[in-house]
């Protein structure tokens, strides 16, 4: 047995994803996914780089999530992901003091996982009372605000 434990799939398309998304906001433009997935030695065949972009970015928005990429390559990796909501009616406590939803995905891990380490906010706080290896990567650039 060795000290040191090889990098899981998942574990190094996390990283590889991250050297994309050198500002952690949880996802890659989707000009880049050809490069990540040549970089991940996954097919990058052009037409299924095409295909991958409509099917991970299907409202169009032009990025690519960490947290679906991960479910549709490494499908074995991940346990559980669910969309999250947050509203919060206090204008100083939204950007540009708009009221808004701000939306989110939920990654539930069977184990702490340091690759994955987004925010230390009092919601994420909240949810791993019930989910100790939760992650939260929101769509916003700022994490929500309770106060």
Partial sequence: VGLVASEAPSEQARRVFQTYDPEDNGFILDALLEDVMK????????DYV??????LDPEGLGIILLSPFLEEFF?????E??????YNGLKQSNCNEKVMYVEGTAIIMGFED??????????K???QTKWPYI?????????????
């Fill in 39 to 46: 970089a991940l030695d996954l097919v990058s065949d052009p």
């Fill in 50 to 55: 095409n295909l991958m972009k409509t099917k």
């Fill in 75 to 79: 499908p074995e990796q991940v346990q």
């Fill in 81 to 86: 992901t669910f969309a999250v909501y947050h």
């Fill in 114 to 123: 340091p690759m994955l380490q987004t925010d230390d906010t009092p919601i």
């Fill in 125 to 127: 706080r909240c949810l």
């Fill in 135 to 147: 992650e939260l990567l929101w769509t916003s650039d700022r994490s929500p605000s309770l106060n």
